[in-house]
């Protein structure tokens, strides 16, 4: 795997988006990053991964990776206490 990350076309533009407001429907955001994996991916996987995300929860799920809330600096010095790693 190369690090960074090099990605190309829905995936680049999720990951590189400043914010996830502009998601209104996960399937139609996500389908096409499943859509271009090498090889493709089974539609049982791809359709319950996209159940799995409906309507919004792709973007809430995002948001939480995004950055700190004032909930999750209230949570995170313990966590980063077993993690060894800087918080907010």
């Known amino acids: ?27 139609q955001t996500l389908g096409p990053v499943y859509d271009g994996i090498p090889g493709g991916t089974p539609p049982e996987i791809k359709a319950d991964y996209l ?5 919004d929860r792709f973007a809430e799920s995002a948001r939480l990776t995004s950055g700190p ?3 999750s600096c209230r949570c995170l010095p313990r966590c ?8 907010c």
Not at 51 to 55: D, E, K
């Open 80 to 87: 980063c206490r077993l993690f060894a790693t800087p918080c």
């Open 69 to 71: 809330t004032p909930r």
């Open 51 to 55: 159940a799995s995300y409906a309507g």
């Open 1 to 27: 795997m190369a690090l960074p990350l090099q990605t190309v076309g829905a995936l680049k533009t999720i990951i590189e988006a400043p914010t996830m407001d502009w998601v209104t429907d996960s399937a």
